[in-house]
């Protein structure tokens, strides 16, 4: 380096270092005519940017007057590149404590006293402190700049640096506040760094001193422009992490309040059927008995008389099977006998009901059913079962199917199956019949699992599993 002496290192110690590396220096290595290496670098035009740290040991250990901004350089370079690969993978819910460390880091590297990060937050676009350090310990206390240091904003939003190497002297006439800030803090020197997305002011780094005037060179203006970028950067996708957390919370919730409301509807249509199978079974059975009786009384008195006869057996044939069908409806529409009984008589019930009906043998096999099975549970089995038979004489075409009730462990299992038509599993899932849907909803609503399985030609196999904690065999 054409220093005002002429800076030579021994040859060989410089050759020992650099010999088997390869290094791009700024102009070639030059020897002395006594066999030294004469310091190829002009102390007034020196490029740090081209030196690595190997070379700045060399010329350090070769009194190089350069060495120790060279050193200082390559020491700041290395913090910038650590900073940069401790945010690459740093998780949204440590990136502020990350910011923090990271202004002490340079803050404390710099010795100056203060650094901070400020962003354009809220729908009034208002310019944040949202991140500081003090090495005076003093807790970060966010605040508006908009309204605190007017002149500085002003300034940042017009992308224009903000640097005072003595303050308050140096300040314009109109940054009245920002000189009564000074003055009162006792800030000696500071910097405020625009940072911008698309030529747009998202944020802004400052850094300040408490102890002397100090100068902001325009090379430390831009690295610390690109540390104020890397902190810009992780709160941004802090930032988007948080967005897309809130809204998978509120599609959470939107789908907890569907689940919530289908509860609830399903529950009422229950109350109601309950209440209709009741006055059903109350009223209209009672009453179609009473006028089977007087109609058998009516055919006693009515003698010989053929006709009359023949018409009255048949008015009564007619109200014992009217008869039947309410008690089978209001069955369908609320099964009492679930509450009387359990879930394992009543699928019985259901069972030999349906054969009866549809004239299809169901082969019904229960194995260890619990007695004390919760209401929830026994009712939403026993719609499946009984909506899956519905569809069996619908759509199977056989005549005849088997249910399969059985606990096992933690869980109840229900299982039925017919060989019969069967169905086409991609139209059903791109368009399912209200039956099907209705099934898997009470499943999930009690927080079991729903399955089905068809191929044309091959049968329809619907499988349930319900969890039992704490239910008794």
């Known amino acids: 380096m054409n220093a005002p002496t002429s800076a030579r290192y021994p040859r060989d110690d410089f050759l020992r270092g650099h010999e088997s590396k390869q290094h791009h220096y700024p102009d070639p290595v030059q020897l002395a005519p006594d066999g030294g290496v004469q310091c190829p670098l002009s102390a007034g035009s020196v490029n740090l940017d081209l030196l690595t740290t190997s070379m700045g040991h060399v010329l350090a250990d ?11 350089r390559l020491r700041f370079e290395t913090l910038i590149t650590e900073l940069s690969a401790k945010f ?4 949204a819910s440590q990136v502020d404590s990350q910011i923090e460390s990271g202004l002490q880091r340079i803050v404390e590297f710099l010795r100056i006293d203060q650094g901070g990060l400020a962003e354009v937050l809220g729908d009034q676009k208002q310019l944040v402190n949202t991140h500081s350090y003090h090495t005076t310990g003093a807790p970060h206390v966010r ?3 908009d309204e605190a240091l007017p002149w500085y904003t002003k300034t940042v939003y017009r992308g224009e640096i903000v640097r005072f190497r003595a303050l308050p ?33 998202v944020g802004a780094i400052a850094f300040g001193s408490f102890r002397g005037h100090r100068d902001w060179p325009d090379d430390l ?32 919730d939107a789908r907890e309040g569907l689940r919530s409301l289908a509860a609830k509807l399903l529950h009422a249509q229950e109350e109601e059927r309950r ?23 009516l055919e006693k008195h009515l003698g010989t008389q053929e006709a009359a006869l023949l018409l009255l057996r048949a008015m009564r044939e007619q109200m014992v099977s009217l008869s039947e069908d309410v008690h089978a409806l209001s069955r369908q529409l609320h099964p009492s006998i679930l509450d009387d009984l359990g879930l394992v008589e009543a699928l019985r ?14 082969d019904y096999r229960p194995e260890k059913v619990p007695a004390d099975l919760p209401m929830d549970i026994a009712l939403c089995v026993y719609r499946v079962a009984q909506e899956a038979l519905r569809n069996v004489a619908k759509h199977a075409g056989v005549n005849e199917a088997a249910v399969t009730l059985v606990a096992a462990g933690s869980e109840l299992l229900l299982h039925i199956q017919d060989k019969g038509a069967g169905f086409d599993m991609e139209s059903a899932r791109s368009q399912p019949g209200l039956g099907l849907s209705s099934m898997a909803e009470r499943v999930r609503l009690i927080e079991g699992k729903f399955s089905i399985t068809s191929a044309p030609a091959r049968g329809t196999t619907i499988e349930v599993s319900v969890p039992l904690a704490g239910s008794d065999p």
């Open 143 to 145: 605040f508006v700049l």
């Open 88 to 91: 690459v993978n740093v998780s």
């Open 221 to 252: 203006i831009e690295r610390l422009r690109l540390v104020g970028e890397i902190f810009s950067s992780a709160l941004a996708r802090k930032r988007a992490d948080e967005a897309l957390r809130d809204r998978e919370h509120s599609l959470q």
């Open 275 to 297: 209440r209709v199978a009741r006055e059903m079974h109350d009223d209209w059975a009672q009453r179609l008995a009473l006028l089977n009786i007087d109609i058998a009384k």
């Open 62 to 72: 070769a009194g190089c007057p350069l060495a120790p901004a060279i050193q200082e």
């Open 349 to 362: 019930s259901e069972c030999a009901s349906f054969s009866r009906r549809e004239e299809i043998a169901v």
């Open 169 to 201: 002297d140096d300040l314009p006439p109109d940054a009245v506040q920002e000189r009564e800030q000074c003055i009162r803090a006792g800030l000696k020197a500071q910097v405020m760094i625009p940072l911008k997305v698309m030529d747009a002011v």
